[in-house]
């Protein structure tokens, strides 16, 4: 039990690691995948900063009276990550906002009809 | 000097971006572009040649030494990637300006070079690095960068592929990036040299088992190998010209790259290929992608998209190269990469040829284009007979390396579908030739002429240099052979 709840952190990982990716798929309205892309990343974050955290540990400082303290580096990696995250999300959402503009919808299932329409 | 030349590699087209921006309307920012690619493949040269001459060059980011600081780590076969990257960035460059100005509206054009060069900057990255989350962040500079070039397609139909690929490729970039993450879980390191001494006493673990099947989806998704290959035909066909030739000449190649780096120098042959058998179901995934992929291109209508199933086709051949894991298939796959590269680019720039002059790629656009350009369609011929496998071009040497190494591993199916797939190669090729050559021209549309020389210059550099590598194989052989006996004798 006690092992179980030690694991906690994985465990949410890995719910919202497939939340995200089951509307990334099931979703038909591009912003809500664009959304479930967004879970399934932070869930990638959680996983990292949990790997770095030490039990007890404090924040890294260099000074003699801290002994245990918390691995940063995987911590600074996912700075990195979330910036990529905001990036690819802002990207995402403009070219949705430009789709909407010139297709007037912004479901995939309407734009799939919307070519075949063109095509005849 | 050849001490800064990995850094500057990656620099010059990193500091070329804004630059692009700041030159803002006008031609400047192409000029700029150009002079950033033309400089950079200058860079790449020496880089390669120094390789070839004294070995691996190590480069540490700012003065910090390897496990902890980023380490840049050139060896035969990223100099040989870096080289294919930085060629094919600097043609596609020359070739670029007038098909750009017809198809990228003027307020957009310096953006569109800025974001041509932040490509640039990622692929090199990728292939320069020797750190393995380093190789996450340029991964993801390059797509981000492609993912903008692919929506400036002037058709409506660009934005939605675009949006496709976006997330079809953040999906892959965030497994490999889970992938690194449950790496330095167990080995506390980052260093791609550093893991690859530190994995075999953790190869065990589930946790290593399972970053590797994050690692092998993720990267398969980028490199589009059969059947995650889905994004591709869209973005490359509605893609602005240029951008189709410059990304399906490079993009996949690099994510190939990482692939084999991955592989052999990070997991090792021992743990990748002996203790779960991947060349298993690599080799079948692309043999069936092989065949079934240069069937589709048989049916497509639009020759952007006919290439662009080829490619998902080629893709196949490079890994079922890599499947073999002997010397002669990973040479065939190594040289393939180079090759295609090569082949396609040129191809490629062709249609941009013709999309320029006739206005769209479709194949009814084709009828006719023998009389009216016949060097740009005999160009395509040339490339074409490459993609096919005939003997004197690049094309059969990546094949007969392939054959070899099948053959010296007992496997005739994937003798029998190669050569199978050549003939499918046959026919979507002569489909495009039936247009051009034995379909006339209609009465009414206008009368069309040569491509510009602009275009017509790069284009028969790439198409004869396949011609070239295809009569004298010593060198690009000689660099492939050096890369896979490299990763086979272990890591640097």
Known sequence: MNEQFGLFNYWVVITLMMTGFYILIARQNLVKKLIGLNIFQTSVFLLFITMGKVRGGTAPILDKSIEIYSNPLPHVLILTAIVVGLATTALGLAIVVRIDHVYETIEEEEIHDLERGIKR | ???????????????????????????????????????????????????????????????????????????????????????????????????????????????????????????????????????????????????????????????????????????????ILISIGLLYQMTGTLNMADLAARLPAVGDTRTVLISFAFFMVGVSLKMALFPLHMWLPNAYTYAPSAVSAFLAATATKVAVYVMIRFLFSIYGPAFAFEKIDVSQILGALALVGIVLMSAAAIFQTNVKRLLAYSSVAQIGYIVLGISFANVNGLTGGIVHLFNHGLMKGGLFLTVAAVVYRVGSSDLNAFRGLGRSMPITMFLFVLGGLGMIGVPLTVGFISKWYLILAAIETGHWLAVALVLLSSLLAVIYVWRVVEFAYFQPRDRSSDPVGEAPLSMLVPTAILVLATIVFGVSTEWTVGVARAAAVFLLGGHS
């Not at chain 2, 880089?47 to 190590?58: C, Q, R």
């Not at chain 2, 980023?70 to 035969?76: A, L, Q, T």
């Not at chain 2, 070079?113 to 990622?122: E, I, R, S, V």
């Open chain 2, 1 to 175: 000097m050849i001490a800064e030349h990995p850094v500057i590699q990656v620099l010059i087209p990193l500091l070329g971006a804004p630059l692009c921006v700041l030159a803002a309307r006008g031609v400047f920012a192409y000029w700029v572009a150009l002079a950033c690619s033309l400089a950079s493949l200058f860079v790449a040269t020496r880089l390669l040649t120094s390789v070839m001459a004294t070995g691996p060059i190590v480069y540490e980011l700012g003065g910090w030494a390897a496990p902890w600081g980023i380490e840049y780590r050139i060896g035969p076969l990223n100099s040989f990637v870096l080289l294919l990257v930085a060629l094919l960035g600097a043609l596609v460059m020359l070739a670029a300006k007038k098909s750009v100005d017809s198809e990228i509206p003027r307020e957009r054009r310096h953006f569109f070079y800025a974001a041509m060069m932040l490509c640039q900057t990622g692929l090199l990255g990728i292939t320069i690095t020797g750190d393995a989350f380093n190789v996450f962040v340029f991964l993801e500079i390059a797509a981000l960068s492609s993912y903008i070039l692919i929506a400036m397609g002037h058709q409506r139909r660009a934005l939605y592929a675009s949006y496709q690929y976006l997330i079809m490729g953040t999906i892959g970039s965030t497994f």
